[in-house]
């Protein structure tokens, strides 16, 4: 058997299995360019992938032969890299002698794996620092004009992905070229992503730099049994990750108003949903009233009023999601770090956090069904029961109005069920002369039904 975590018993391999894995996973050095991460988790990963040296072809702009010298240069990287590995992992196996099976302190795998590591990080990183020296020497004056964005590319690629937080992750590269802007648009804010693209890649790389920097220091947390070293690398760690955040929300409304006002409303939308998704994806009683605009049938007084009806519903629904955005910036934050402490403390509890946040979307909820049950006094009842997901909002209120009835006359169950029946019938004899009510109930009046315009 092979690892530290099978030198001995059943038991001691269990007390030692998360240190060593901890171990093996996390510690790692740094190189500099290419977009290299120092990631101790990537200690079994190549630093330079096939992806990698596909984009220096294109983005490089390079000619055959030089991409016929890097393809050789990169599949000789690839093989010494699978060699190294293959020889840590045998200097791992051999220490397994060096393990006491009566010391129950997992904190002794960590120390003896620790130097091993070291060994292989500057091993691998020495091989990933020459491929891209060997890269650059292939270059002209004039592609290596191309350097600097490229690298900022391949890091920002490799690494943007890696948010915890809300618009952490977010690549406005990706969001403007869905856009599908003409040429004209995009010579016009290019000097705009450029300026982002440059802002970006400092805050992530002063991420990046920090978390692996700090990944010793927790890792001393947990294995000298000292929480609250970890509590100041988990503060440094959110603040990091709230900067980059804070740069794609500051370059999204910079570049957005650089474009025509309906093509960055567009763009607004598209980023606020891959932020956001929980808030802006379309809720229920959005796809209800857009769904009724569509039915046959509908008076002129009727349509007009759906359509106040829904500007007003539209209008409260962005003041909550507003309020929704806010309450999550805010609370993100913390709720990672306290979250960071946790594992840093080994399973202590964490501070309940996030109660505003479902006590605001429980009120979001509670202004839509309210619109969605206003909307539903304008119709037919066949009408609102033709609309996709409308049984959310008619069978809460039949068993509602049922239970009522019941008990105010005495019947049973089935008594209320017939009751009910013939109010709809009466209404649908009626629906010719709803029409006439209809506009002054838009307007906050009474309603095709009798019932008041219910505004809290």
């Not at 620092?129 to 490229?150: A, I, N, T």
């Not at 890649?201 to 978390?211: G, M, N």
């Not at 598209?270 to 994806?281: D, T």
């Not at 017939?418 to 029409?435: H, N, T, V």
Request: include cysteine.
């Amino acid at each position: 058997m092979n690892g530290l975590n099978a030198c001995s018993g059943r038991g001691n391999r269990m007390r030692w299995a998360p240190a060593v894995v901890v171990a093996l996973g996390l510690t790692a050095s740094a190189s500099a360019q290419f977009g290299l991460s120092p990631s101790i988790s990537s200690a079994f990963r190549q630093a330079i992938t096939t992806r990698d040296i596909q984009l220096a072809v294109a983005d490089l702009q390079l000619d055959e032969n030089q991409r016929f010298i890097l393809e050789t240069l990169f599949a000789d990287y690839q093989a010494d890299f699978r060699t190294g590995v293959e020889g840590f992992r045998q200097r791992i196996t051999d220490l397994r002698s060096e393990i006491d099976p009566t010391n129950p302190d997992p904190a002794q795998a960590m120390r003896i794996v620790f130097g091993s590591m070291d060994q292989w990080q500057v091993e691998s990183q020495q091989l990933a620092d020459r491929l891209v020296e060997d890269l650059k020497g292939l270059l002209s004056e004039e592609q290596q004009e191309f350097w600097p964005p490229f690298e900022r590319r391949v890091f920002r690629l490799k690494f943007l992905n890696k948010g915890r937080l809300s618009g952490e992750s977010l690549d406005l590269f990706s969001a403007v070229r869905r856009l599908n802007l003409d040429e004209t648009l995009m010579q016009t804010i290019q000097p705009l992503l450029d300026e982002y693209g440059r802002t970006l890649h400092e805050a992530l790389r002063a991420r990046e730099d920090y978390l692996n920097a700090a990944e010793s220091d927790r890792i001393k947390a947990i294995q000298n049994r000292k929480p609250a070293m970890s509590v100041v690398v988990a503060a440094r760690e959110v603040q990091l990750r709230t900067a980059v955040r804070d740069v794609n929300e500051q370059y999204s409304v910079i570049i957005a108003g650089a474009l025509p006002e309906e093509t960055g409303q567009r763009l607004v939308a598209s980023i606020r949903e891959r932020m956001y998704p929980r808030i802006y994806r379309l809720t229920p009683a959005q796809r209800v009233f857009k769904a009724v605009k569509k039915l046959d049938g509908l008076s002129e007084e009727i349509f007009e009023a759906i359509e106040s009806l829904e500007e007003l519903f539209l209008s409260e629904l962005g003041s909550f999601n507003e309020r929704l955005v806010g309450l999550i910036k805010e609370q993100q934050p913390s709720e990672l770090k306290s979250k960071l402490e946790q594992v840093a403390a080994r399973g202590a509890q964490s501070k309940p956090t996030g109660d505003a946040v479902r006590e605001e979307f429980r009120k979001r909820r509670a202004m839509s069904d309210r619109y969605v049950n206003q909307l539903r006094d304008l119709l037919t009842p066949e009408q609102f029961a033709s609309l996709p997901g409308s049984a959310r909002w008619v069978e809460p209120a039949r068993r509602s109005r049922a239970k009522g009835a019941a008990g105010k006359d005495g019947g049973t169950a089935d008594d209320a069920r017939r009751k009910l029946r013939l109010e709809r019938e009466k209404k649908k004899e009626k629906a010719g002369g709803k029409a006439d009510s209809v506009a002054g109930y838009a307007a906050g009046g009474k309603s095709p039904t009798g019932q008041g315009n219910d505004k809290e």
